[in-house]
């Protein structure tokens, strides 16, 4: 798959590094407070929320990107 727009390239490569950084932090997560296992939940928690909110804030940015429209942008009526 070859992508000529540099700025969607930019977006991918930066949830590839997400992706890498969220392994490492579940990692550690587990390694670290598997003694604690009610904190250990909230932070994979937290850390799962921000990996979810980070890849719809990137789908976003893609979606502008390409200008794509919304299906229902007709109120429902299809084109």
């Not at 502008?64 to 429902?76: F, K, Q, T, V, Y």
Request: hydrophobic share 60%.
């Amino acid at each position: 798959m070859i992508i000529k727009n540099k700025s969607i390239r930019k977006i991918l490569f930066k949830v590839i590094i997400a992706f890498i950084l969220v392994a490492v932090a579940e990692y550690l997560t587990i390694i670290l407070l598997s003694s604690m296992p009610i904190v250990m939940f909230k932070v994979q928690a937290v850390i799962a929320v921000s990996i979810i909110a980070f890849l719809v804030h990137s789908a976003y940015k893609i979606w502008r990107l390409c200008n794509l429209d919304h299906p229902l942008s007709e109120n429902g009526e299809h084109k």
